[in-house]
Structures are given as C-alpha cells and as structure tokens.
C-alpha cells in the first residue's frame, strides 16, 4: 500500500519539490541582499536601540530615517509577500483534493478496495502518508520563509504581528497547510468529482482563515491599553512590533471623539481662532489619547495558538474523510 501510494504521487511530489526549488532560486538571491542592506544601514542596532525606552529623541530620529530608506527600496516586495500566503491552499488544492475526488471519479478506487486492502487502511496510509510529507514541505518552507522575510519585518512598524507578515512565518505554516490538506480531502468525499471538491477547498481555506485572522487572533489575549494626554512635549510610544489593533482620541469620560487618530499639542496650544487644542473636535479639557494593542513579545504564544487551532480543525477534518470514506460506494 505504501508502495502504491508512493507510485500514484510520485510526480505530484516531483513537482512539489521543483516549484520549491525554484522558489528558494529566486527568493535566496533577494534575501542576501536584502540582508546586506540591513547591515549596511546598520538597522541591527536600531531594533536592540528602539527595544530600550531611554532612547534619546535623536537616535530614534536616525533609526527611523534608515528604516525609511530600507523600506522605499524594498517595500514592494510586500506584493511578493501576499503572493507567498497563496502557497498552503495550493497545497490543498493539489494534493488534498484529489486524493479521494479523483480516485472516485475515474472509478480506481473499487479496484484498490476489492485486493485485500481495506477502506480504513487504504485511508490511513494515504492520510498518513501525504500528512507527513506535507508537514515536512511546509516546516521548510515555514523556515526559509522566515529567514527571508526577517529584514522586512524588522522595518516595519508593526513587526511580526502585522497582518501578512504573522501567517508566513514561524509554524503557522504547518497548520494552515496541513488544514488546507484535510479541508481537501474532506472535500473530495463530499463532492466527489475533483474540481467541485477544490472549489469548495479554495472557498472553505479563504472563509476560515480570515475568520480566525479577523475575529480570532486579537483576542488570543487581552489586549492592553496606553493612554497619554493630547498635550505634551511628545508622543508616547508603544514598542516597536507591537501589533495596535485599535487607537483614537477620548474625553475624559471616556466617549470617542476620533478614531484611527491621535492628537499632539504643546503645552497651553492654541489654535489660530485662539480655541484650546482639539475644541473643533468637541475634546473637552482632559481628554486623551488611547491606544489598545497586543505586545511584540507574544508573538510565539500567537503562533502556538493559531497553530493547534488549524492542526486540531486538520484532525478532525480528517476523522470525518475517514468516515467518509467508508460510506462512499
């Protein structure tokens, strides 16, 4: 059995394994210099600078200058980036789905099924089998990626826990591929013709992981909150890579005047008309500014979390195909 699941996929593994290493030919080139450019500007030392809340004014204002260059020279490879997040579903598209949709739509699986070889044994190897390759493509992948999108994140102002960024790296790579993988083959023993089954997979991967991104996510912990008054001699900042998820500006009971905003004014400001700082808006005397966000050091705990969400959907996605599959005819 492990011989024939071996013989029946051996070109979709060929192939798998080319596109990679394609992939890895063209990326590879763009990450050393990317990384060259890193040290050149030497941003290293602005990350370790900016993590310390005693850094002087000046010396944020040089780093955040050579974050700026970084990104204006490197900043559309986010495009590419979004590109890359395509890469589990289509796992799930080709390997997934067709692993019982085909098999029942040209009729071979009754030939596999009347040779001794039992429908939960036939499941198991194939599952199995394609779950391990799966898990080890998409752990490389996982790596290489991270390696690769290292610089950018390390520039960008909301760091690892920003949208994008956050499902290339890490582990989460596993899990969405091996849920994309599941979500596939449940498919197939639903729909059990093999295009229906990857429209429903493409549709089902989407639905589902912008639901978790969305609604899930920045609620895996309580989010904490800065506030600090809309006058004074500067902007109190969170930490960089910190993900803010909300922010605007309060009264002091604490109603919503702006949101997505923030407001500074020196001390005593006054506008042209002679109005106190912000009174166009209706501030009353007192109100401030208020962030809500997710600090840069969870960014693993997330991970986890995100992970066993999709490993265990992947897990019972599966169980469910396996039934499935003895009830097919």
């Known amino acids: 059995m492990i011989w024939l699941t071996w013989r029946q996929h051996r070109k979709q593994a060929f192939y798998t394994v080319l596109a990679l290493a394609v992939l890895a030919a063209v990326l590879v080139p763009i990450g050393v210099a990317m990384r060259s450019t890193f040290a050149d500007l ?4 602005c990350v370790r600078q900016l993590s310390d809340t005693n850094v002087t004014q000046e010396v944020r204002s040089d780093c955040e200058a050579g974050f700026q260059r970084f990104s204006s020279q490197y900043g559309s490879l986010n495009l590419v980036a979004v590109l890359l997040i395509t890469l589990p579903v289509l796992v799930g598209l080709f390997w997934g789905a067709p692993l019982v949709a085909r098999e029942v739509e040209q009729g071979t699986h009754r030939f596999v099924w009347t040779q001794g070889v039992g429908r939960v044994r036939w499941a198991l190897v194939k599952f ?4 391990a ?6 752990a490389v992948y996982g790596l290489g990626i991270s390696w690769w999108v ?39 023993t639903i729909w059990k013709r093999m295009l229906p089954a990857m429209g429903i997979t493409l549709a089902g991967f989407i639905g589902v992981r912008a639901a978790v991104e969305l609604l899930l996510r920045p609620h895996y912990q309580p989010a904490r909150t800065l506030t600090f008054p809309i006058e004074g001699k500067g902007i109190e900042d969170i930490g960089r890579g910190d993900w803010i998820l909300t922010q605007g500006v309060r009264n002091p ?43 840069a050091d969870r960014f693993w705990l997330f991970q986890s979390i995100e992970t066993g969400i999709f490993v265990a959907l992947a897990l019972l996605l599966l169980y469910l195909a396996v039934r499935r599959v003895r009830r097919i005819a």
């Not at 030497?42 to 030392?45: E, G, K, P, R, S």
């Not at 199995?128 to 779950?131: R, Y």
């Open 42 to 45: 030497d941003l290293a030392t």
């Open 128 to 131: 199995g089998l394609v779950g």
């Open 133 to 138: 390759a799966v898990v080890a493509l998409a």
């Open 150 to 188: 290292a610089p950018l994140t390390d520039a960008a102002r909301e760091g690892r826990l920003g949208l994008i960024v956050f499902d290339l790296q890490g582990i989460v790579p596993i899990g969405y591929t091996l849920f994309a993988v599941a979500l596939g083959i449940f498919a197939g």
């Open 253 to 295: 009971d604490g109603t919503m005047i702006a949101e997505d905003t923030r407001i500074q004014c020196p001390p005593g400001g006054k506008g042209p008309d002679g109005r106190a700082c912000g009174a166009e808006l209706g501030l009353e005397p007192g109100a401030y500014n208020w962030q809500l966000y997710q600090p």
